[in-house]
């Protein structure tokens, strides 16, 4: 039953993160975390890398900017448990537009993300997050 009642609890965190970068809520992303949490994003050669709350929440931060619409429509979550820590592989579509000379430009990827998660007081946290963006289609959106 605990090992049911923590799978959906992490999938609760990984919804709700998304929901949160949806309204770019990063200050309340950032209670989703460890205090010394590690976020890779991976897209193609490019590797980018923050550590901890601050370094993680300013790079949201200047990437959301870019934007001014953000959505996340998540797919499925498989977790392993080990009891209070975890890893978890979860699938999503991103769609950000921004825009760009005067025109609403869509960027649409697929990200499988791969965390590690710690579960403290009873609460399940992400400790890291490795974002792979598997693929990613620019195009005008009207």
């Known amino acids: 039953m605990q090992e049911i009642q923590d799978k959906m609890a992490l999938r609760e965190l990984v919804d709700h993160f998304s929901n949160l970068s949806d309204e770019k809520k990063v200050a309340e992303q950032m209670e989703l975390f460890t205090d010394d949490a590690e976020v890779v994003s991976i897209s193609g050669e490019q590797v980018f890398t923050s550590k901890g709350k601050k370094e993680i ?3 949201f931060r200047n990437f959301l900017a870019l934007f001014h619409t953000v959505y996340h429509i998540n797919g499925q979550h498989t977790a392993t448990i080990n009891g209070d820590t975890a890893t ?12 760009q000379d ?3 430009i869509g960027n649409f990827s697929g990200v499988r993300y791969n965390d590690e998660y710690v579960k403290t007081d009873g609460k399940w946290f992400i400790k890291k997050r490795t974002s792979h963006f598997m693929y990613t289609d620019i195009r005008e959106v009207k």
């Open 88 to 99: 978890g592989i979860y699938y999503c579509q991103v769609v950000l537009i921004g825009n």
């Open 57 to 59: 929440g300013d790079a």
């Open 102 to 104: 005067g025109k609403n």
